[in-house]
């Protein structure tokens, strides 16, 4: 059974600013001495001491966020799966670096799921979730059967359009709103298109229809939905038995089913002993994507299933309507090498708040 360690509120976003400093040295150095450390911060013009680098290290070992090997004067600090996990990485800044000159890792990281914190987001961060999820029950309440289905008609437009378009989808929103409520392709463009949006729709009402399927992640359920997104889309079906890549990224997904099919299990484990339903989601959604199960459509099926998660626990679901398609890859890029949730936590948490004031589905 996976144990999650859990991360109280004043050690996950507590850490100083020197110590957040020491996390992006080690990250980019890899394993390092506490004099080599030092070294670094005075390279980049910090006013710190030995000592103070010492006792930096030592709480941050203390609270999970290094491992040490060695002993006396020849302890070596490494980023643990924790460290990694709530390094604050620049997004932008980080994928500016051609992906070849990048100081990521370019293998999966078994221990990344096994050693996901309880909760990935602070009380303050619950606070803003709590108080969106009252704001759209109001807003749900005794609605009349013609505003669901038109509430519903409108979630799905825009998830299908803007989910679509973040995979490369050049149909505007306007197009996707014919296609899916006139069933007019758009002219000029390629029938895989028009195909990934209708999938989208049926998707989310599949899901919509059956949130008691959906209570945690599994495979049977993820291979379902996987299979309702790329239907006739020429995609195998099942989890892969070949390698895939990453577009713009050095990292090199497991490239055999039965490692795909452990880091499924472990990852439905490590969901289902997670405390709340937006940390179900979120690790849902950075998840599927880090694992590459399927041929194709992995990031959309990702999408699908954290809303699949949220409704099943009666919470909003995203359109992601107002992302900016380069922030989501971005955010993409640095979890799945760097391992770190900042950036997709962000975008995260600001869609829930989106989706709460502007939706009434439920």
């Known amino acids: 059974m996976i144990r999650l360690r859990h991360i109280n509120d004043t050690e996950m976003i507590n850490l100083s600013l020197k110590q957040r400093k020491i996390i992006?040295?080690?990250?980019q150095k890899g394993s390092l001495q506490s004099s080599d450390i030092y070294a670094e911060m005075i390279k980049n013009n910090e006013d710190i001491s030995l000592v103070t680098i010492k006792r930096a290290l030592s709480e941050m070992a203390k609270a999970g966020f290094?491992?040490?090997?060695?002993?006396?004067?020849?302890?070596?600090?490494?980023?643990?799966?924790?460290?990694?996990?709530?390094?604050d990485i620049n997004a932008k800044e980080y994928c500016a670096i051609e992906p070849d000159k990048r100081y990521g890792m370019n293998r999966y990281n078994f221990d990344l799921f096994t050693g996901m914190p309880t909760d990935i987001f602070s009380e303050k961060e619950l606070k803003?979730?709590?108080?969106?999820?009252?704001?759209?029950?109001?807003?749900?309440?005794?609605?009349?059967?013609?505003?669901?289905?038109?509430?519903?008609?409108?979630?799905?437009?825009?998830?299908?359009?803007?989910?679509?378009?973040?995979?490369?989808?050049?149909?505007?929103?306007?197009d996707t709103e014919k296609l899916i409520l006139e069933?007019?392709?758009?002219?000029g463009h390629d029938k895989k298109e028009s195909l990934m949006i209708l999938n989208h729709k049926d998707a989310f009402n599949y899901i919509h229809e059956n949130p008691k399927q959906f209570e945690s992640l599994t495979r049977k359920n993820l291979e379902e939905l996987h299979a309702i997104l790329v239907k006739d889309m020429n995609v195998g079906l099942g989890l892969r038995k070949k390698p895939v890549g990453v577009v713009g990224s050095r990292y090199q997904p497991l490239d055999n089913v039965h490692q795909i099919t452990e880091a499924i299990n472990i990852l439905s484990a490590t969901i289902s002993n997670i405390a709340t339903p937006y940390a179900k989601a979120l690790t849902a959604l950075i998840g599927i994507?880090?694992?590459?199960?399927?041929?194709?459509?992995?990031?959309?099926?990702?999408?699908?299933?954290?809303?699949a998660l949220l409704l099943a626990h009666k919470r909003a679901p995203l359109s992601y309507r107002s992302v900016d398609e380069?922030?989501?890859?971005?955010?993409?890029?640095?979890f799945y090498e760097l391992n770190s949730i900042i950036p997709m936590k962000k975008i995260f948490i600001e869609q829930y708040e989106f989706a709460a004031r502007n939706y009434a589905v439920k």
């Open 24 to 27: 992006g040295i080690i990250l």
């Open 66 to 87: 290094l491992t040490t090997t060695g002993q006396g004067r020849a302890i070596n600090y490494n980023i643990s799966a924790i460290g990694r996990i709530f390094a």
């Open 128 to 174: 803003i979730f709590e108080a969106a999820t009252a704001e759209y029950k109001t807003r749900t309440q005794n609605l009349p059967t013609a505003i669901q289905k038109k509430e519903l008609e409108r979630l799905i437009i825009e998830l299908s359009w803007k989910s679509s378009k973040i995979e490369g989808n050049t149909y505007t929103l306007l």
């Open 183 to 187: 069933n007019r392709e758009a002219a």
């Open 289 to 307: 994507s880090y694992i590459q199960p399927f041929e194709d459509g992995n990031k959309r099926t990702a999408r699908l299933m954290a809303n």
């Open 326 to 334: 380069s922030d989501y890859r971005e955010g993409m890029l640095v």
